[in-house]
C-alpha cells in the first residue's frame, strides 16, 4: 500500500472552506452520538518548562480511518522561526490498521479549531454580526478571522495582541477581505464586538487580562486558549457556556471554567440545537476534540485522493 504524504501547503492547496469543514465537523459529532464514531478524549501534559503537549484518537468505518495526532506547543520556537505549534497526523486503515497517510499538523490544527468556533457560532451568535474582536493575532487569530469572514457579514475587526507585528500583519490580511481593521486595547477589542476570538499562546502562568462583563448582551465568544486570559471572577457574566465535552472536562487536570457554569457541550448544541441569547453573551471555551480532528483530516485525504 503506497502511503500518502500532505504537508500543510498542499492541505492548504485542497481548496476546503469553512463551510464544508463545518458540516464535516457536525456529521462527525452526529456519528458520534449514532455509534458510527470511535472516539478517546484528548490527551495533554505540561513539561516543567511550559510546553503543552497533547494527543487524540478516533476512528471512522465509513471514511474507513483511525486517525490520530499529537502536537508540542512551544513559544520558544518562534525565536528559531519555527511556528510555535508543530505536530503530525498519522491515518491509518480502520479494519487492517495499516498506514494509509501521514499529514502535517499544522493547516489541519489551525482551519478545525476555527471550524469547532464556527460550529458552536452557527448556534449561538447573531447571524447579522458585523464586528469582530480578536484579543490574540497568531494562527488562530488569522484562521478565524478566515473563517467567520466566510461565514458572517463581518465589517469591522477589532485586534489585540501583545505584538504589534502580529497586529499589523492581520490588520493587511482584514484589509485584503475586505474588512475595516484597528488595533486596540483588550477591552476596546471586545466591548462592542458581536464575535469575540480569544486565542493567546497556552501559558498558565499568563495573568488574566480579560473580562466578560466587557461583553455586550448577545455578544458570542469563542475561547480556543483554556480560557487562561480571562478573570474567572467575570466568568458567570456569560449566559450560557458550552465545552467541546463534557467527558473529556472531567477528565482534565486544569478546569477551564467552573463546573456550575457549564451548560453543556458542543455534541449536545448540535444535536439539540441552540438560538442566540439576545439579553446575555455566551461562550464556547474548548480544548480540542478527536473528532475535530478526524473530520477534518478525513476530508483532506478524500480530497486529495478522490475520494
Given at each position: 500500500?503506497?502511503?500518502?504524504?500532505?504537508d500543510?501547503?498542499?492541505?492548504?492547496?485542497?481548496?476546503?472552506?469553512?463551510?464544508?469543514?463545518?458540516?464535516?465537523?457536525?456529521?462527525?459529532?452526529?456519528?458520534?452520538?449514532?455509534?458510527?464514531?470511535?472516539?478517546?478524549?484528548?490527551?495533554?501534559?505540561?513539561?516543567?518548562?511550559?510546553?503543552?503537549?497533547?494527543?487524540?484518537?478516533?476512528?471512522?468505518?465509513?471514511?474507513?480511518?483511525?486517525?490520530?495526532?499529537?502536537?508540542?506547543?512551544?513559544?520558544?520556537?518562534?525565536?528559531?522561526?519555527?511556528?510555535?505549534?508543530?505536530?503530525?497526523?498519522?491515518?491509518?486503515?480502520?479494519?487492517?490498521?495499516?498506514?494509509?497517510?501521514?499529514?502535517?499538523?499544522?493547516?489541519?490544527?489551525?482551519?478545525?479549531?476555527a471550524?469547532?468556533?464556527?460550529?458552536?457560532?452557527?448556534?449561538?451568535?447573531?447571524?447579522?454580526?458585523?464586528?469582530?474582536?480578536?484579543?490574540?493575532?497568531?494562527?488562530?487569530?488569522?484562521?478565524?478571522?478566515?473563517?467567520?469572514?466566510?461565514?458572517?457579514?463581518?465589517?469591522?475587526?477589532?485586534?489585540?495582541?501583545?505584538?504589534?507585528?502580529?497586529?499589523?500583519?492581520l490588520?493587511?490580511?482584514?484589509?485584503?477581505?475586505?474588512?475595516?481593521?484597528?488595533?486596540?486595547?483588550?477591552q476596546?477589542?471586545?466591548?462592542?464586538?458581536?464575535i469575540?476570538?480569544?486565542?493567546?499562546?497556552?501559558?498558565?502562568?499568563?495573568?488574566p487580562?480579560?473580562?466578560?462583563?466587557?461583553?455586550?448582551?448577545?455578544?458570542?465568544?469563542?475561547?480556543?486558549d483554556?480560557?487562561?486570559?480571562?478573570?474567572p471572577?467575570g466568568?458567570s457574566?456569560?449566559?450560557?457556556?458550552?465545552?467541546?465535552?463534557?467527558?473529556?472536562?472531567?477528565?482534565?487536570?486544569?478546569?477551564?471554567?467552573?463546573a456550575?457554569?457549564?451548560?453543556?457541550?458542543?455534541?449536545?448544541?448540535?444535536?439539540?440545537?441552540?438560538?442566540?441569547?439576545?439579553a446575555?453573551?455566551?461562550?464556547?471555551?474548548?480544548?480540542?476534540?478527536?473528532?475535530?480532528?478526524?473530520?477534518?483530516?478525513?476530508l483532506?485525504?478524500?480530497?486529495?485522493?478522490?475520494?
Open positions: 500500500m503506497t502511503t500518502l504524504y500532505l500543510d501547503a498542499a492541505l492548504a492547496g485542497l481548496g476546503i472552506t469553512t463551510p464544508e469543514i463545518v458540516t464535516a465537523i457536525e456529521d462527525t459529532l452526529r456519528g458520534l452520538v449514532a455509534g458510527t464514531i470511535t472516539a478517546a478524549p484528548k490527551t495533554a501534559a505540561i513539561a516543567p518548562d511550559g510546553r503543552y503537549m497533547m494527543a487524540t484518537l478516533a476512528a471512522s468505518d465509513a471514511a474507513g480511518l483511525i486517525v490520530v495526532k499529537s502536537v508540542l506547543v512551544n513559544d520558544r520556537n518562534k525565536a528559531n522561526g519555527l511556528p510555535g505549534i508543530n505536530g503530525a497526523i498519522l491515518l491509518l486503515d480502520s479494519e487492517t490498521g495499516q498506514l494509509r497517510a501521514t499529514l502535517d499538523a499544522n493547516w489541519v490544527t489551525a482551519v478545525r479549531t471550524g469547532l468556533s464556527a460550529v458552536a457560532a452557527r448556534r449561538l451568535a447573531d447571524p447579522a454580526s458585523r464586528t469582530l474582536g480578536l484579543i490574540g493575532a497568531g494562527v488562530q487569530g488569522e484562521s478565524h478571522l478566515r473563517a467567520f469572514a466566510q461565514m458572517f457579514p463581518l465589517e469591522h475587526v477589532a485586534i489585540h495582541s501583545r505584538s504589534q507585528t502580529s497586529v499589523d500583519r490588520i493587511d490580511i482584514a484589509r485584503e477581505l475586505g474588512l475595516d481593521a484597528v488595533s486596540a486595547t483588550a476596546a477589542a471586545i466591548s462592542d464586538a458581536d469575540i476570538v480569544s486565542s493567546v499562546t497556552l501559558n498558565y502562568d499568563t495573568a487580562f480579560v473580562d466578560a462583563r466587557w461583553l455586550k448582551p448577545g455578544a458570542f465568544a469563542a475561547i480556543t483554556l480560557g487562561i486570559p480571562w478573570q471572577a466568568q457574566a456569560f449566559g450560557r457556556i458550552y465545552v467541546d465535552d463534557l467527558e473529556q472536562e472531567k477528565a482534565m487536570e486544569k478546569p477551564m471554567v467552573a456550575d457554569l457549564i451548560t453543556g457541550d458542543l455534541t449536545g448544541l448540535v444535536v439539540d440545537g441552540a438560538a442566540p441569547d439576545p446575555r453573551p455566551s461562550a464556547f471555551i474548548f480544548r480540542g476534540i478527536s473528532v475535530g480532528d478526524l473530520a477534518v483530516a478525513a483532506a485525504y478524500q480530497r486529495a485522493t478522490g475520494g
